[in-house]
């Protein structure tokens, strides 16, 4: 599995901040020191040497975040995104780390796109970045790409995501070669016979604007059928951007009979429900679409209790003249790589919905564990990859202020607290 990333390792100490590390039971103000990328000492009044001193004082320093879920849209639309401008968002949004979907033109279904993406991103990246490689061939869903040879080729897992594998026997012989190539599936579930020409949550909004309903069944049928499958084989799986009661309680009730399920929810989902598409704006527009208060609460909760691991953006850029159109010819996708921790510590964190230690562990542990990476630590030896956060910083959220190519935003023009001050990736001061 490769991650490549473009720049050096640096010096510094983090002096007096708030050190929480869920994961590793970390919780003290104190000094970190980074020697040549790594975290040397955590400690009181560290010398510094001639390394750079960072003034941490009434901040969290936590591990830096991974988004399991993130659209570069490499190659083909670099209008909306490249490796550079996405890289440097996600360095923005405290992201040490993002694999790649391979949702593009043309898609990563061989090892000489893999290829090509890698060799760029040496060049590129602001921090590691990974590449998924696409689990059918075309994403057409009728025959499995060679995933031996692209996992060879560094692929950091295998996703059609955007589209279902649709045939129970492809995906039956698609999580057998998770034993061969070690690389995690991960899944977008959707029956699209029951979701076809659907445009919002199939629900009161939906009859009361007018538009063809996405019901939740369609969701949660196909996460059922992927659960059941990965349980024969067992295998493991990972489940993308997660949006219904039912599909939560379909995982919990796996877990409890030990699929090694793993799954992710954005923070979209958990912020908001399909309320907000009275506004027709089409940047609350994506797929899976925002459901009830219902189906929001339950994801709440399965954030908390841990049944989901992960919070992931989805990060789909899109050009400006593809959403200033009417919600119904818009395309499904929102950014989220800058915003999503300020996002969810406002809506979640403020009011005392999810324990902060809880965000910090499902933004970074969780989603490295989705993919069998290491998970960034605050520890001795580990390497440095860090977020310093002012969490009672407020800020407003301005279309020009975002690193990303495209600004997508759901949150333009609202005012979210805690910001992101500091970044390190890999060794590197990626963001400050």
């Known amino acids: ?23 590793e ?21 560290l010398e510094t040497n001639e390394h750079r001193v960072v003034d941490g004082s009434g901040l969290v320093l936590a591990p830096g975040f991974v988004d399991a879920h993130v659209h570069l849209r490499v190659p083909g639309r670099e209008d909306e995104e490249t490796i550079a401008t996405g890289t440097a968002a996600a360095a923005a949004g405290g992201y040490c780390a993002i694999p790649a979907m391979p949702y593009t033109e043309p898609l ?97 909004v939906s009859a009361e604007l007018g538009f063809a309903g996405y019901p939740s069944v369609a969701e949660s049928t196909m996460v059922e059928r992927d659960l059941a499958l990965a349980a024969y084989e067992g295998q493991p799986l990972h489940l993308l951007h997660l949006s219904a009661r039912e599909s939560v309680e379909a995982v919990r009730a796996a877990q409890a009979k030990g699929v090694a399920a793993t799954a992710e929810v954005t923070p979209h989902h958990l912020c908001l429900t399909d309320e907000a598409v009275r506004t027709l704006d089409p940047n ?23 049944t989901i691991g992960s919070i992931a953006t989805d990060h789909a850029p899109h050009a400006r003249h593809e959403k200033e159109v009417p919600f119904e010819a818009a395309p499904f996708g929102v950014t989220g790589l800058e915003t999503a921790f300020a996002a969810l510590y406002t809506s979640l964190v403020e009011p005392g919905l999810v324990p902060l230690e809880t965000l910090l562990e499902r933004m970074s542990a969780g989603p490295a564990q989705a993919y069998g990476l290491e998970r960034p630590r605050i520890a001795v030896g580990a390497p440095a990859n860090l977020v310093l956060l002012d969490t009672a910083a407020e800020w407003q959220v301005e279309e020009g202020g975002f690193r990303s ?17 500091l970044t390190v990736a890999a060794g590197r001061v990626a963001f400050e």
């Open 284 to 306: 609350l527009k994506m797929n899976p679409p925002l459901r009830s208060a219902d189906d929001r609460a339950a994801l709440i909760e399965g954030l908390r209790d841990g």
């Open 1 to 23: 599995m490769l991650f490549v990333r473009n720049g050096r390792s640096d010096d510094l100490v983090v002096r007096g901040a708030r050190v929480l590390d869920p994961a």
């Open 108 to 204: 990563v279904d061989s090892a000489a796109v893999l290829g090509s993406l890698v060799e760029d991103a040496q060049a590129q990246a602001e921090i590691p970045v990974g590449f998924l490689a696409a689990i059918t061939r075309g994403q057409d869903g009728a025959e499995l790409t060679e995933m031996a040879e692209l996992a060879d080729a560094g692929a950091a897992g295998f996703s059609d995501d955007g589209h279902p594998v649709v045939a129970p026997g492809l995906m039956r012989r698609a999580l057998q070669y998770h034993g061969i190539t070690g690389r995690r599936l991960a899944l977008h579930c959707e029956e699209p016979t029951l979701s076809k020409g659907g445009q919002i949550h199939e629900g009161a």
């Open 405 to 421: 190519r495209s600004a997508n935003s759901w949150l333009i023009g609202k005012r979210l607290k805690g910001q992101v001050r």
């Open 25 to 45: 039971g970390v919780d003290g103000v104190c000094d970190v020191r980074v020697d040549g990328g790594t975290i040397a000492q955590l400690g009181t009044n």
